[in-house]
Each structure stands twice: as structure tokens, then as C-alpha cells.
């Protein structure tokens, strides 16, 4: 490319972020507030069936939700504009300091199972496409349409009763062991123990996507010309999966991939929630439930800013792995 038609590029893509970041902010508000229901149950607790109008009016008071909307928003802009995500309703502490708590085990969880789900369902897709109508074949696409109809809270409830609470070889919920000090290997293997089951649900749910796709580009591939005439040429059967064909079918998995990655940073709510494990998706669900609305702001615009983030890199990126979509 020509610096010219790079920063044309740029430029172009860069408003058209802003404009998504613009209108996301805007529903990131809206949204909540749209929800039935109202945060006065959750913040009063139990007491608020006891309080006077004078009482409600002074807690909607506290957390600025006696303003007219469009003042609240004026306020939830000008607070993101200095950087700041704001205070939790139910907690009382900064969003950011929260989500910070969360993250690092969504990344974890959900990063891992990304990674794992496209190289497994890389590898097996190839190998169906390579012995496209054999028993291989179609076993593993039968495997693939059964987990790609399973819902994933089902599949984590089987995984609790079997090989938790049934066998008792792994724990039931959570991240870590409550009232326990590890350290070392001992806190890994914790770690570890708690990651196992939300790990292989997540990655049981999503490697059949990553699984179709490199198939149905495996085939589509296997019938170009040059790779007639690679065999043609007498090039060794596992030359030319390796070198010709999986090399241009990857392409479409590479895409898909950086689309994944922005997801990272939203976690899995289904699956943190069936177990219970701390991570961003658990965050938005116990938002949810207790009308936590500065938390769903600030969660779903952290959400954006890594989708966003990873759409630039893949722009970036893809032409460097594909050189026939750059411009000259």
C-alpha cells in the first residue's frame, strides 16, 4: 500500500469506529434504563417497603437517578470523557476497580478456550475435508452438530452432576477454593481444578464453529486448479495439505478469529454463571439482576472497546496474511 491509501484507509475506518463508539455509548445508557423494574428495590434492600416518599426521594437523590434523563447522560458522558467508568449502585466501589477484578479470569477462561477451539476444530476440519464422505468424515460432523446444538448451560449442568457432584474428581463452582491458602504448584493445580469444567463446556460449544468453517474452506480449496496440478506435478498427498491447501483455507478461520478475540473481554455468561465463576459474564448477570446500572454501562463499554479494537487489528493484520487484499 501507499502511505497515502493507508492513511485514506485509516482515516476512514477510524470514523467509522467512532460513529459505532458514539451510538454504543448512547445504547449503553439507554439500554439499562429500559430494563422493568427499578434499582430502589436493590439499593434499600429489604427496608424499602418501609420507606416514606421523603426517604425514596433522598436515596434516588444519592445516586443522582432524580435527574431528568438527559442530565444523567450528560454526566455519564462527561465522567467518560475524564476517563472514569463511574461508582456501583450495589457495591459502592469504582467500576473500573471491579472489572479489573474480572477480567483477568474472563481472558483466561475464555482466551484459552478460543485458542483451544481453533486449533482442535482447525486440525479436525481439515481432516474431515481431506476424507470428505468417509466414516471420519461424517462422524465428526455428527459430533460437531451435537454440540453445536447443545446449549451450553445444559451441558454444564451434566458436567457438574457427572464429574462433581457425582465422581467428586473436580469442584462445583467458583474460581478457587473459599477458606483455603495455597501458594505455589498447589494454588496452580486449585487453579487448575476449578478451570476444568467451564473450560472444556466453553470449548466444547465452540469448536464446532471453527470446525464447519475450516471444512467448508478445506473444500472449497481442494477443488482449485493449482491443487490439480500440485498432484499433477507428483507432489506428495501430505505436502499438498500442508503446503497448498491448509494454508490458503486458514484464511477464513484467521478472520474469524480476530473477530473472536474481541469477545474475549465479555466473558461467557452463561457458562460463568452455571459455575459460578468470577469473570465478566458473572459481572453482567449480577448487574442485571440487581439493576446495577453504572456496571452495565461500564461493562458493555469495556465489551465495545475490545471488539472495536480487535475489527482495527484484523484490518491491520489481514493483509499481511493474505497479500492478494492489499492495495497497491
Known sequence: ????????????????????????????????????????????????????????????????????????????????????????????????????????????????????????????????????GSALDLGTLGVAMFFESVPSFWLGMIFIAVFAAGLGWLPIFGAVTAGQTFAGWALLVDRARHLVLPLATLTLITTPGTLLITRYSMLSVLGEQYIATARAKGVHEQAVLRRHAMRNAFLPVATVFMLNLGFVASGATVVETVFSYPGVGRLLYEAVLNRDYPVLQGTFLIITVSVIAANIASDLLYPLIDPRVRRR
Not at 445504547?27 to 439499562?32: I, T
Not at 458522558?77 to 472514569?84: C, D, I
Open 1 to 132: 500500500m501507499r502511505d497515502s491509501t493507508v492513511w485514506r484507509f485509516l482515516a476512514g475506518r477510524g470514523a467509522q469506529y467512532l460513529l459505532v463508539l458514539a451510538l454504543t455509548v448512547a445504547l449503553n445508557f439507554v439500554l439499562p434504563r429500559m430494563m422493568p423494574g427499578s434499582p430502589l428495590v436493590f439499593l434499600a434492600g429489604e427496608d424499602v417497603g418501609f420507606l416514606d416518599a421523603e426517604q425514596r426521594a433522598q436515596l434516588y437523590a444519592l445516586y443522582g437517578l432524580d435527574q431528568p434523563q438527559w442530565k444523567q447522560f450528560l454526566t455519564y458522558v462527561g465522567n467518560l470523557a475524564r476517563g472514569e467508568l463511574g461508582y456501583s449502585f450495589q457495591r459502592g466501589r469504582p467500576i473500573a476497580e471491579i472489572i479489573g477484578e474480572r477480567l483477568p479470569w474472563t481472558m483466561l477462561l475464555v482466551g484459552l478456550s478460543l485458542v483451544v477451539a481453533t486449533l482442535l476444530g482447525t486440525a479436525l476440519g481439515a481432516m474431515a475435508a481431506w476424507r470428505r
